[in-house]
C-alpha cells in the first residue's frame, strides 16, 4: 500500500510529433508501472510523469493522448522559436519524434534552456558538433535511441563488451534488421507492405553499400543493391524464409563497436522475405523508381497507368497497342525480350507484382505525379498498405564470432529480437511503433530518474546506457533471446 508521507516529485516531458510512434512512448511514460519501477533517483523519490504531445496540427496531438492521463496536447510550429523555446524551458526531457532535419532548432533550444533531449535518429555532423555545447549547458543529448539504430546497439555493445571482460577478440559481427509484415499479413508477390509512404524505403533500397567479408571491404553499387541480396536463415526462426540486402556503411560500426582492428567482418543488412530483391530490381531496371520528371505526365490530359506501363515497356510506336491484352505472360516476355531480366521465373513473379499494383488500369495518374517514381510511390501506398487487423513484424538478429586466447573454443553469440504488433481494444499498435517508441521512452525515463550522469550528444553503446534499458525493455514484454554456442 501507497504511503500518503512518501516523497513525490512531478516530471514533464515535451514529445514533439504526433505520429505512429507517439502513442506508445506516451502510454509508457504515463505508466504506473513502469514509473513506480524505473523512476527513481537517489533519495527514493516517486515521480509522477506528466507529457505534452506537439504537434503542427493540434487534433493529431489530441488523438494522440486521447484517454490517457497526464497527457495533454498542444499546437507547436517549430518554426516559431519563442513558442517553441516557451515550451522547452517548462520540461526536463524533450523527445523530438520529428524528421533529422529539425533536430537543429531543438537541439539549439535545449542547450540553451539547459534540457535534456531525445531522439531516434541518427546522430549527424551538425548533432556531433554540439557535444561540447551540451557539455557545457550540463545536458545530454540522447541520439540513436529507437530500433535501428538504438536496440540494435544496445544488443549489439552488451555482446560485445561481455566477450571483451572475459579476453576475447570479435573476430565477426553480422546484424540484420528488417520491419516485414507479419507471415499471415505477407500475403502479396513481395511479401512486403508500408505503413507510411513507402518513398523513403524505396530510395534506401537505392543507396550503395561498403562492408567488410573476411578482411576483403566489398562495395555495393546503388543500382545494384536489390541484385545483391542474399538468402538467410535465423537459427532461432527456420520457417521464415528471408534474405538480406547490405545496409549502408558496416565500417563506421568498426570504430563505434570498438572492434575496427580485431573482426575481419563486419556487415550490417536489411532483412526481406525471399524474392524481394529480385522484383524490386527488375522493378528499377524497367524504370519504376526513375525519378526523373518524364514527357508523358506533363500532358493536360492525364495520362493512364496502363499508358504509363506501355511506355515504360517501350510499346509506345505499337499500333492498337492500347488494346493490346496486357497479362502475366505478356508483361513477362516483354521484359525478357527487353533484355531487363534473364530469369523466367523472375520475370513471371514481377509481371504479377506489376498486375497486382494496378499499373495495366486505365485510371488516371493524379497530377502530382511527375516521374515514374512518384506514380510508383502512389500505387505502391494504395496496393501494400496494412489492412484491417493485419500485424507487421520487426525482426534484429546479431551474430559475433568470438575468439579466445591460450587454446579456449571460439564461440558464436547470437541474440535475437523477435516483436509483432498488438491489439488493445479499438487500438493497433505497430511493432515499428513500438520499438521505436518505447526506446525513445525509456531515454527520458532514465533521464528523468538521473540514471545516465554522462553529458553531452551520445549515443546508447555504454552499459550506463543499454544495461538499464535492455532489462526495461524486457520487462515490458519485449522477446529477446539470447544463445552462445
Known sequence: MENDNESKREASVLILGAGRVCRPAVEFLTSKRCLNSYVTNDSNEKTCVRV?????????????????????????DITNKEHLCNYISQVDVVISLLPPSCHSIIASACIQFKK????????????????????????????????????????????????????????SFTSYCGGLPSPDAANNTLAYKFSWSPAGAIRAGRNPAVYKYNGEIVHVDGDKLYDSASKLRIPYFPAFALECLPNRDSLIYGDLYGI??????????????????????????????????????????????????????????????????????WIAD????????????????????????????????????????????????????????????????????????????????????????????ERQYTAMALTVGIPAAIGALLLIGENIKTKGVLRPIHPEFYEPALDILEAYGFKMLEKID
Open 260 to 329: 575496427k582492428s580485431e573482426a575481419s567482418t563486419i556487415f550490417r543488412g536489411t532483412l526481406r522475405y525471399e524474392g524481394f530483391g529480385e522484383i524490386m530490381g527488375t522493378l528499377a531496371r524497367i524504370g519504376f523508381f526513375n525519378t526523373e520528371e518524364i514527357p508523358i505526365l506533363k500532358n493536360e490530359a492525364r495520362t493512364t497507368y496502363r499508358t504509363f506501363l506501355l511506355s515504360l515497356l517501350d510499346c509506345n510506336s505499337t499500333k492498337g497497342i492500347e488494346e493490346q491484352i496486357i497479362n502475366q505472360k
Open 52 to 76: 505534452i504531445v506537439a504537434s503542427l496540427f493540434l487534433k493529431d496531438a489530441e488523438e494522440i493522448v486521447e484517454g490517457i492521463p497526464y497527457a495533454t496536447a498542444v499546437q507547436l
Open 116 to 171: 535534456h533531449l531525445v531522439t531516434a535518429s541518427y546522430v549527424d555532423d551538425f548533432m556531433s558538433k554540439l557535444d561540447e555545447s551540451a557539455k557545457s549547458s550540463g545536458i545530454t543529448i540522447l541520439c540513436e535511441m529507437g530500433l535501428d539504430p538504438g536496440i540494435d546497439h544496445m544488443m549489439a555493445m552488451k555482446m560485445i563488451d561481455e566477450a571483451h571482460k572475459r579476453g576475447g577478440v570479435i573476430k
Open 334 to 425: 516483354r521484359v525478357l525480350d527487353l533484355g531487363l531480366c534473364k530469369d523466367r521465373e523472375t520475370s513471371l513473379k514481377t509481371a504479377k507484382t506489376i498486375l497486382f499494383l494496378g499499373f495495366e488500369e486505365k485510371a488516371e495518374i493524379p497530377k502530382s505525379c511527375k516521374s515514374a517514381f512518384d506514380a510508383t510511390c502512389i500505387r505502391m501506398e494504395e496496393r501494400l498498405a496494412y489492412s484491417g487487423t493485419e500485424k507487421d513484424m520487426v525482426l534484429l538478429h546479431h551474430e559475433v564470432e568470438v575468439e579466445f586466447p591460450n587454446g579456449q573454443p571460439n564461440e558464436n553469440h547470437r541474440a535475437t529480437l523477435l516483436e509483432f504488433g498488438r491489439i488493445d481494444g
